[in-house]
């Protein structure tokens, strides 16, 4: 089974890539949606996070906002919060691979936003990068809710940069070219890792 790390910076259109493996067949692990499946009431991490950051508690539910606002802060606050969520989204992580495995897929995709930072590509076969020109991320960032300059240049300043990615990565998925090329490109990128099975 060839596993494909998929990963970009913000706004680059990893969300829309991910939903083209999976329209092509291609069983995806999103790493973003493992963290909001925890954070619920219920989740595996909600109890140890109120646990640790008692003021992000709101009408029952973990304020991501309040969560956010607090990590982005305090560098040790985020590691403390990393720290709850890291071993469980690789545990969920972990279980994708081995059902997968068990239904003898010849390719899946590790959605992981962080992939490079956190050393993520060493349980890749192969890495996509999505990629866009700047001003295009810039346009799909800053019309999210609740997003400013500082924050936007606060999340650039936390992830490697889209060159460095581009260099590192074995596939790179043009996304500011309309989603046709986008489409075409990861097709062919699944029927060659396909191919190699």
């Not at 956190?118 to 609740?146: L, N, Y």
């Not at 996304?175 to 490109?185: E, I, K, M, N, Q």
């Amino acid at each position: 089974m060839v596993i494909l790390g998929l990963t970009g910076s913000i706004g680059m259109g990893k969300s829309t890539a991910g939903g083209m493996f999976r329209y092509l067949g291609v069983p995806v692990h999103d790493a973003d949606a493992s963290v909001h499946r925890l954070m619920v009431p219920g989740g595996a991490a909600f109890d140890p996070i109120i646990s640790v950051f008692p003021d992000v508690l709101k009408d029952g539910r973990i304020d991501r906002q309040i969560l956010g606002t607090i990590v982005f802060a305090d560098s040790d606050a985020l590691k403390r919060l990393e720290a709850v969520l890291h071993p469980l989204v690789r545990a969920e992580e972990n279980r994708f691979l081995k059902l997968n495995r068990l239904a003898q897929r010849s390719l899946v995709v590790l959605d992981i936003p962080l992939l490079f930072e956190t050393a993520g590509e060493k349980r890749c076969d192969h890495v996509a990068v999505v990629s866009a020109p700047k001003f295009i991320q810039r346009q799909r960032v800053m019309a999210r809710s609740g997003m400013t300059d500082a924050k936007f240049s606060a999340i650039l300043a936390k992830q490697m940069p889209d060159r460095e990615k581009r260099r590192k990565a074995d596939f790179i998925i043009p996304t500011g070219l309309g989603r046709a090329v986008t489409f075409a490109t990861i097709r062919t990128i699944v029927e060659q890792l396909e191919n190699r099975t």
